[in-house]
Every structure is written in C-alpha cells, then in structure tokens.
C-alpha cells in the first residue's frame, strides 16, 4: 500500500508579490494545495469591500457557488442576505469568504452532493484566508458554522457552547501571529472582534427553520450592536 502524504498546501500558489484581493483571486485559480482541485469547476475565493467593517468566513463553495465562481450565491447565500438585512448590517460594507475555496462534494447519480471538508483540507488551504486578511482591516469577523471556526479558532472551539460571543480579533485566533501582520503599504494596528454563529446551511436543514433563523439574526444583531457602539 504507497504511503499516504499530506497535501503540499496553498502557500505555495500564494505569489510573495501578490498586493491585492484581485492579485489573490487570479492566484487562487491556479491552487493545487490539496486534491479537492480535480473534482471542483474553479476556485472560489472571496468577494466584497477591500474596506470591509465586517468579513464573514464560510466553510466552502456549495454546487452553485462551484459553478459561478462566487461565493455564497446559493439558497445559503441568499438566507444570509436576509439575516444581514434583518439585523442591520450593511451590505455594502462586507467581505465574505470560505475557509476552503474548492467545492468538495461526491456522485450521485448526476447529483454533486456536500461533503464537509476535513482537517487536512482547512489546514491546506488556511494560507488563503492568511492572506485575505493580510489585505482586509475589519472591525468584525463573524464565522459561520463549525468548520469556518475551527479554522480561524481552533480545532477545540464549539459554535454551539460560544456563539453569539464577542472575542478579541485575533488574539482569539489560533495563532494570532498569522492576522497581525500589516504589509508596508498599510497603516493602522489590528483591533477588532470575532463572533462565531451557526451557518446558513443549517437554518435549512433545521426543523424549525423559524426558530434556527431568529437565532441567526439575534447573533448578527449582536454584530451589528458592536459595530454601532
């Protein structure tokens, strides 16, 4: 039986150059950092203001978004669209991204279904993320769902015991080190805060998608709270 190794990684794909979210996203295209790659229609990175108050984290592009190129343009995204309006959010304010940027998926007949990303796939791609919030300064980063938090919090943080929860950005981080650097063209000192909260995708798969909703918007409303106080 070969030996099986780890992914190389993302940080190769990442050009030293690389300046911009622009400069990012024509990178990213060319990401072989694990082997979602093969199976995916493109990558799919982030999208909105340079100049964000707010960045969400999702965890990875469903079929829709695999097919468009966008981030979160499926019935996720537009559930989520509601809740920023519901809460008081601007959306013209907002950067949204995944914490892996290739849809992973498995066939069913013609059907693409979800699979949750492992560990070695958050891991591969956490460079792109680094390197997204090397070019954003928000005053909020809320993370949506499990995966998106273990990626920036921590394998052991639990959206279910701290959502709703204001913590310091990025001393919360996992390593903070990796969100503290500011390029030479930028000015300013980190000094923000991080909110976890369920992800949309859940409001839809809930029982009472009523009730999974209102706790979505108050958690936002707790966002949204913050950035006016």
């Known amino acids: 039986m070969a030996e099986q190794t780890d992914p190389p990684g993302a940080q190769q794909f990442i050009p030293p150059q690389a300046g911009t979210l622009a400069e990012l996203r024509t990178a990213a295209a060319g990401?072989?950092?694990?082997?979602?790659?093969?199976?995916?229609?493109?990558?799919?990175?982030?999208?909105?203001?340079?100049?964000?108050?707010?960045?969400?984290?999702?965890?990875?592009?469903?079929?829709?978004?695999?097919?468009?190129?966008?981030?979160?343009?499926?019935?996720?995204?537009?559930?989520?669209?509601?809740?920023?309006?519901?809460?008081?959010?601007?959306?013209?304010?907002l950067y949204i991204t995944n914490a892996v940027k290739h849809f992973r998926h498995e066939l069913r007949g013609r059907r693409r279904i979800h699979q949750t990303p492992d560990r070695v796939h958050v891991v591969a791609c956490r460079p792109w993320l680094v390197a997204e919030f090397a070019r954003l300064r928000p005053e909020l980063v809320v993370v949506l769902g499990a995966t998106a938090a273990k990626a920036l919090l921590g394998p052991a943080f639990r959206v279910t015991r701290q959502r709703g929860a204001l913590l310091p950005w990025p001393a919360a981080a996992e390593h903070p080190d990796d969100f503290t650097r500011v390029p030479e063209d930028r000015v300013g000192t980190v000094d923000a805060r991080v909110l976890a909260t369920i992800h949309p995708s859940a409001v839809l798969r809930a029982d009472n998608q009523d009730v999974a909703y209102r706790g979505l918007v108050d958690d936002l409303m707790v966002a949204a709270r913050a950035l006016a106080g």
């Open 31 to 93: 990401c072989r950092g694990c082997e979602l790659h093969r199976d995916a229609t493109q990558t799919v990175f982030g999208r909105g203001d340079e100049s964000a108050r707010v960045v969400f984290v999702g965890e990875q592009p469903g079929d829709l978004e695999d097919q468009h190129g966008l981030p979160f343009v499926g019935p996720a995204g537009r559930l989520l669209r509601r809740a920023v309006d519901d809460a008081g959010l601007d959306p013209a304010h």
